[in-house]
């Protein structure tokens, strides 16, 4: 697919970006937007912006990272069923959609849910940031799927930079495997409705 592109060296990116987001939405119910990308593509700062944009727009909007719903570093494969059976599927319903977060400390799901915000809920925009977001098990439920796109050596660097870099690094070869088998098999740049380009600044 040659979908659109918009960068975010242009003044008022995020406003392009939130124009994209369909207006409106299922009875009852938001708007889901996918934020895909590799890692230290600037996924979480772009759907950050993105849900600032909408707010400004009068539309409320709410952002459930993908990290959330990883069991574990070694557990990109099962997000994408979570994200579907908790969220996706009870939003295509018109049922409320929770979710179980994934406590990084403990090691495991907190036992109590998470509820999608109630004017979110009721019909604004739920962004879902993060590698796994765009899978094939939830495509069909998304009203659009964004890819962020960075030069290798810019994510490196921002990867280096993340405060939680020491606690990363052990893992970082082993995430990076489970990307390159989760976009293999999963392709989302190939069915991106729209790309952001986030070069360096």
Do not use: C
Request: glycine share 12%; charged share 25%; hydrophobic share 40%.
């Amino acid at each position: 697919m040659n979908a659109p592109r918009i960068s975010t060296a242009a003044d008022g990116w995020e406003e392009a970006l939130a124009e994209a987001v369909p207006s409106g939405g299922p009875p009852g119910g938001p708007r889901v937007v996918a934020v895909e990308g590799r890692s230290g593509s600037g996924k979480s700062t772009v759907a950050a912006r993105l849900r600032a944009a909408l707010a400004r727009r009068g539309r409320p909007a709410a952002v459930l990272s993908m990290e959330d719903l990883y069991p574990g570093w070694e557990g990109l494969a099962e997000a994408p069923a979570l994200l579907r059976e908790w969220v996706l599927e009870p939003l295509s319903r018109g049922e409320l959609a929770a979710w179980r977060r994934y406590d990084w400390e403990r090691g495991g799901f907190a036992r109590g849910w998470t509820p999608l915000p109630g004017d979110v809920a009721a019909g604004g925009v739920l962004v879902v940031e993060g590698t796994g977001s765009g899978a094939v098990a939830g495509r069909g439920l998304l009203d659009l799927l964004v890819w962020v796109a960075a030069p290798g050596d810019e994510r490196a660097r921002r990867l280096d930079a993340r405060g939680d870099a020491p606690v990363y690094a052990p893992y970082r070869r082993v995430w990076a495997e489970q990307e390159e088998s989760f976009y293999a098999e999963n392709r989302p740049r190939e069915h991106a409705d729209l790309v952001v380009d986030n070069p360096a600044r």
